[in-house]
């Protein structure tokens, strides 16, 4: 099992990655999450890996934590969940929204990822449920933190609006002390203006 790939960025996509270590060209399949964290090309990178491994395929997936790793992981094992599946989930929610809407059974969250309807939601729900709260061990402090409060419930009602996770995130960071104060009746405003006039 290779656990990571350390060398030379030198192609980037959102859905791929190239790391040359040694003069060896690794292609690595990766999530948008993964894609807005590495470097510039030309600069050194080192991403988790998993192997995937079909009849008559073997794919290697790249991602940039660990969490994402074990996340991608516990998703392929669901029945009829493969990883190109598990990438649009890791490409389309925070990890800490997906853990909260497995807990709480949020199947329209869920489905708002490309690939996944009502019946594949009913199903990660049910075969993830025991087992999603190990994803805690993995998840960094700051997105733990994000699971409570308002800032929690306006980042899952913006994305049960259909704003783009990796959007919402970045809206996140960039309030201010003041605005961490505001109900998430406010915040919920306050970022749907923000990303309205990005889009202008």
Known sequence: MIHYIKGILVH???MQAIIDTMGIGWELLIPVSTYEMLPSTGKECSLYT???LSQDDARLY???TVAERELFAQLTKVSGI???IAISVLSTLSISAFVKSIRSGEEGLLTRVP???KKSAQRMIVELKDN?????DYIEDNQISSEEGS???AETALLALGYNSQAIQRELKML???DLQMPAESLIKEIIKRLYQRAK
């Open 12 to 14: 980037k996509s959102p």
């Open 50 to 52: 998993a192997l995937n």
């Open 62 to 64: 790249a991602f940039y």
């Open 82 to 84: 493969g990883p190109k």
């Open 115 to 117: 690939g996944i309807g």
């Open 132 to 136: 999603i709260h190990n994803m805690m």
């Open 151 to 153: 800032l929690q419930e």
């Open 176 to 178: 201010s002390e003041e």
